[in-house]
């Protein structure tokens, strides 16, 4: 089996040669599952004080074949890359189940349940897989006040997402990911708190690995929650030099294109995205079937946008592998020549000379 050495190695050969995939959505799938409180709990839990039901990255302790299941899933329907099930394993939304003592595991066990995978997806088909840890947003802002009559109040500091961030991303690491993946980020301070953790971690561990970084655009004005704009998001976060930079989650693949393009534009880097299986009907599921989703990402490829492309809420292996059979044509992304010049941010983007 390969070393995770050699399988960096392969990576970046690899994001040369072809548009890499990564998969899709975990939270649908493992609604599929249609667990209730029991399920949840399993036996480790049957006697916990607070309900579970909902805590996802749970399962990775108490029904870890569900989740080792659906990786597998997404590597037979093409995923080169697949996330592990840790997007809120971290102290600052474990605490929503009083699991703050957990998340250290969580993120461990979630690490060595994708290994496994990929390293029987290797095994069946003669060449590596990636480990992408899953590092969300948490479910605080470090940006944007909670209580609209006092604007200067904030939940949580910025040290505070720090500290939880470095735990959860050690923990990564000791389980044996390949790339860090911060993504679905709704607040870049939170992300720059993501960010100063994991080269933290880098230190602390002796591993360096690649960084992938996905924002997500909230709606139809073309900006972050806390409003920044997509050059502005990539000019705040450039100087973690992320082996790739890009978009995920909140809108279809029609209007994530724009957003997308515009980072395309203007990145040194690997671009990425993964957006949702259309947007949510009036009883929040997704109705975008794997061929629209297809057929919808296939442009970028043909235009040359992208480097990674895969799947974000209500996506599928059925999504995926039709996202993979209508990119795979195409070359990837060549990196533009950027100019070096001064480069700042707020919620625009300024560049001096």
Not at 45 to 53: A, E, G, I, P, S
Request: glycine fraction near 8%; include cysteine.
């Amino acid at each position: 089996m390969s070393t995770r050495t050699d399988r960096i190695k392969a990576l970046h050969r690899a994001a040369t040669e072809r548009i890499l995939i990564i998969d899709g959505a975990m939270g649908t799938e493992i609604q599929n599952y249609k667990l209730d409180e029991a399920g949840y709990r399993s036996e480790r839990f049957k006697n916990w004080h607070r309900d579970v039901k909902g805590n996802n990255d749970l399962l990775v302790l108490t029904q870890p074949r569900i989740i080792e299941a659906i990786h597998e899933a997404y590597f037979e329907a093409g995923a080169d890359i697949i996330e592990t099930n840790t997007f809120n394993a971290q102290t600052i939304s474990m605490a929503d189940y009083g699991m703050e003592s957990l998340s250290a595991e969580m993120n461990i066990a979630a690490a060595r349940l994708a290994r496994e995978a990929a390293d029987a997806a290797e095994k069946r088909h003669g060449r590596p897989y990636w480990v992408a840890g899953a590092v969300g947003p948490t479910n605080q802002t470090a940006s944007l006040s909670p209580d609209v009559n006092d604007p200067g109040f904030r939940k949580i500091s910025f040290d505070e997402l720090r500290a939880a961030y470095f735990e959860q991303v050690v923990a990564l690491i000791e389980g044996g990911v390949d790339i860090i993946l911060i993504e679905t980020i709704f607040d870049t301070l939170n992300a720059k708190a993501a960010g100063v953790a994991t080269l933290e971690a880098f230190d602390v561990t002796g591993v360096k690995l690649p960084i992938m970084i996905s924002g997500t655009i909230t709606d139809r004005s073309g900006r972050t929650l806390t409003g920044q704009t997509p050059t502005a998001f990539w000019y705040s976060m450039r100087h973690l030099k992320p082996f790739s930079i890009g978009l995920n989650c909140a809108l279809g693949a029609d209007l994530m294109r724009p957003h997308l393009a515009e980072i395309a534009g203007i990145a040194d880097t690997l671009v990425s995205a993964y957006p949702n299986a259309g947007l949510p009907n009036e009883m929040g599921g997704y109705d975008q079937t794997p061929h629209e989703m297809g057929c919808e990402i296939e442009p970028w490829a043909k235009d040359g946008l992208v480097n990674i492309v895969g799947g974000c809420c209500g996506s599928t292996p059925a999504h995926i592998a039709h996202v993979k059979e209508h990119v795979q044509k195409y070359a990837p992304r060549k990196l533009p020549a950027i100019a070096p010049k001064m480069r700042l941010s707020g919620l625009e983007a300024f560049v001096a000379g």
